[in-house]
């Protein structure tokens, strides 16, 4: 079993054969600095399998549009890195996926994504997870995401959504 700490948080624990930290992915660094990209993602086990990819931050500014343009690039650029390492086209990362990222059926399993704000209040979710899903309406389209898989949550929403487990 692995923990992630990322931002004053600790997500899992996830079983490693489940969980890729792709914000730390060797191959990852060798395409350079500049590429902005989310911090894990993760199969887990909900009602249905579903591949989560996970960005957090301790808090969020005052101006939240370009904050949350800048975790739009971040988990588009994530999710497709992961499809383009599973189908091939990036082979150093394709070793480097967990098991069961590289055993997942891209035909049914569901793909949602998180944005992970520990601090922020419970009042501001759901107008912040409106702006994100706004922001995210053309890639949700594009990679039939449903809009309602995707969350801005805070710590305790977090844990609700079986992101964060008690040790």
Same mark, same amino acid.
């Given at each position: 079993?692995?923990?992630?700490? +990322? ?8 079983? +490693?054969?489940?969980? %890729? ?9 060798? &395409? ?15 009602? =249905? ?33 992961? %499809?383009?390492? /599973?189908?091939? =086209? ?15 059926? /891209? ?11 520990? &601090? ?12 994100? =899903? ?7 389209? &594009? ?7 995707? /969350?801005?949550?805070? +710590? ?12």
């Amino acid at each position: 079993m692995m923990a992630v700490h +990322e931002s004053g948080l600790v997500f899992g624990p996830y079983a +490693e054969q489940d969980c %890729f930290i792709i914000e730390k992915s060797p191959a990852l660094k060798k &395409l350079g600095d500049y590429l902005k990209i989310a911090e894990f993602i993760v199969r887990l086990n909900l009602p =249905r399998q579903a591949l989560a990819i996970v960005e957090a931050k301790s808090s969020i500014p005052q101006e939240s549009h370009q904050f949350l343009q800048d975790i739009k690039i971040k988990l588009i650029n994530a999710l497709t890195l992961l %499809f383009a390492a /599973w189908v091939g =086209r990036h082979r150093d990362m394709q070793a480097e996926l967990p098991e069961h990222l590289k055993a997942s059926d /891209w035909q049914s399993i569901s793909i949602k994504l998180y944005l992970v704000i520990a &601090l922020v209040p419970d009042q501001q979710l759901a107008p912040l997870t409106d702006k994100f =899903r706004n922001l995210l309406m053309t890639e949700c389209k &594009l990679w039939a995401i449903p809009s309602h898989d995707l /969350w801005v949550l805070n +710590e305790r929403t977090a844990k609700k959504a079986g992101l964060i487990v008690s040790f």
